[in-house]
C-alpha cells in the first residue's frame, strides 16, 4: 500500500475553517429568515460591516463557492437553496445539537448517534457510513472493493464515501408527528422561540432519515388551523397572525399516524402557549384572554383521544409561566404521556432524549 505525504498547508487549512463558520452562521441565518438566502447573503454584509464578521473575508467569495458546492443556485430573482443546501441545514442542525448534550444522555455520551437496534443481529445489506455510525460496523470487503473501484490497486486509500456499514435488524420502527406552533407568540416579547424550535425539527428528520430509515416523521404546524408541511419546507416555515389551535393540530396528527403500520406512535408537540382558538361548524371560536373552558375541553378531549389510541404525546413547553404550567400538566395527566419544560437551549436534548426512550417501547 503506497502512502503519500504532503507538506502541510496553513493557508489551506485557515481557509476550510473559515469556510465551515461562515457556513454554521450561514445555516443559522436561513433557519432564522426562513430560507430567504438574498436576504441571508445580505444580513452577513451588514454583519461585516459591523465588523462582526473580519472585513478582510471575501463574502463574495464564499457566495461563489456556495454555488460551486450546489448549495445555492441562481433564479431570476436572486437566488434559492438546492435540495442538497436543504439538507446541509439539517445535518448542520443534527451536529450543533449532538455536540450540545450533557455527557452519559441517552444518546450515548460521546457518541454521535445512538447505533440502530443495539443488540441486534447484522443483516447482509450495507449502506454508505454515515456520520456517527460506530466503526465496528463497518464492512470492510464492501468498504475495500469501493477504494479499489475508485483508486485502483496502485493507490489504495479509504476516503469517506468509500466506507459501507453493516445493516442491523431493528426491533421496532416509530411512527413519529412533530407538532410545530408557528402562532405569533413564538416571536413575541423579544424572544425568538420559532429558530430552536425549527432546529430541533430538522434534526430530528436528518437523525430518522440517516441513522432509522424504517422510522417515519411527519410535520404538523399549527396556528389558526392546522396542516402538513413536507420536510423539505421545514426551514421556509415562519411564524403567522395566528391564535393557537391545538385540537386541530391534535386531530390532524392523530390523522397521519393512523396511516401508519408501525408498532409505536408517538406525537412530539413544541409550543409556548395555550390553546386560545378552535374550529367550530366551520368558523374561527377565539378566546385570547385566558383559559377559555370550551377551548380547554376540547383539547383535553383529543389527549383522552390519543390516550385511548395509545399515542402518547410529550409535550415541551418553552415557557415557565405557571399558569400555562397547570394547563399542561393537566393535558399531561389526561394523555398519560410526558411533559418537559424546556428552555430554548436545551430543547434538544430533551426531545432526542425522549424519541429515543420512546421507540425502544415495544407496544404489545
Sequence with gaps: MKVRYAKFDAELARRLSDFQELMKLFNQLLITLNGDV?????????LQRRRYIPPGTDLEQFRRELQKRELIAPTEAGFRLTPGGERGIRQDSLDRIFSGLRPGAVLGGNHALPHVGGAGESLPETRPYAFGDAFSDLDPIASTHNAL?????????FREEDLEVREKEVSASCATVLMLDISHSMILYGEDRITPAKRVALALAELIETRYPKDSLDVVVFGDEAWQIPLERLPYAGVGPYHTNTTAG?????KLLRRKKHPNRQIFMITDGKPSALMENGRLYLNSGGLDPKIVASTLREAATCRRNRIPVTTFMVTDDPYLTRFVREFTQVNEGRAYYASLDNLGQYLFEDFVRNRKRMVR
Design 250 to 254: 391534535l386531530q390532524l396528527a392523530q
Design 149 to 157: 473501484k475508485r483508486g485502483g490497486i496502485e493507490d489504495l486509500s
Design 38 to 46: 438574498d436576504r441571508v447573503l445580505e444580513v452577513m454584509q451588514d
